[in-house]
């Protein structure tokens, strides 16, 4: 499955109940109830380690887990996910389904989202002469992201985090200028988008 290295794939159930056991204040009441709506099913199916893949692990990564979780609808919430990232207390790679659709997800100082696949279109590929940087290979996978040179991946990470919300602040200003009907306050409008382009070309 996704190309996974036969020596890696394994089958293991989570069951939500240790989920619940875990963070019994973050999941408790309303928050299980809709932790429970959305999560259907939660599988191990890979396990990425120097015994299996014959890569050097380290200090900071001995094992990238990869976890199906199946869920009940498309309109997950991203803590319920991370909540799952969590539980293992080490790097996990996630591919949420639902239907016939999968979605790569992993958690790196936040939750980070790649697009909704069918399960032809996504291959999971292990690059790198240690588990850490395959590690950071894969982060830069799921968050279409390159790591520039002189940058950390958690330096990238917050760099991406940073245009992707003047990106947001520069569509909402636009949309906001367009609906505008005095001239000055249009005025402004535009060079706050002005300014925030800008920002986003300086970064």
């Known amino acids: 499955m996704f190309n996974l ?17 875990k963070f019994p204040k973050e999941l408790s ?4 109830e809709a932790f429970d709506k959305e999560i ?5 199916i890979g396990e990425i380690s120097e015994s299996s893949v014959n890569i050097k692990a380290t200090e900071d990564v001995r094992t990238i887990f990869v976890v199906l979780i199946e869920l009940k609808t498309k309109d997950f919430s991203n803590h319920n996910i991370s909540h799952i990232s969590r539980l293992f207390g080490q790097q996990i790679l996630i591919v ?3 239907c016939k659709e999968y979605r790569l997800a992993i958690y790196e100082t936040k ?10 279109e996504i291959s999971i590929s ?16 799921v968050a ?3 790591i520039e040179e002189g940058n950390s991946l958690v330096d990238q990470i917050d760099k991406e985090s940073k245009k992707e919300k003047l990106r947001q602040l520069i ?6 200028a367009r609906k505008e009907q005095q001239a000055k306050k249009k005025i402004e409008l535009f060079q706050q988008i002005k300014t925030y382009k800008k920002e986003l070309e300086d970064i």
């Open 96 to 98: 949420l389904n639902f």
């Open 126 to 141: 292990l690059q790198g002469l240690d588990l850490s940087s395959v590690w950071e290979n894969l982060v830069a996978q």
């Open 171 to 176: 569509k909402a200003t636009e949309k906001k």
């Open 29 to 32: 009441g309303s928050k299980k």
């Open 111 to 120: 939750l980070l989202l790649g697009d909704w696949k069918n399960e032809d």
């Open 40 to 44: 259907k099913k939660i599988t191990v």
């Open 5 to 21: 290295p036969k020596r890696t794939q394994i089958k293991k159930n989570i069951y939500k109940k240790a989920i619940y056991e």
């Open 144 to 146: 279409d992201i390159t």
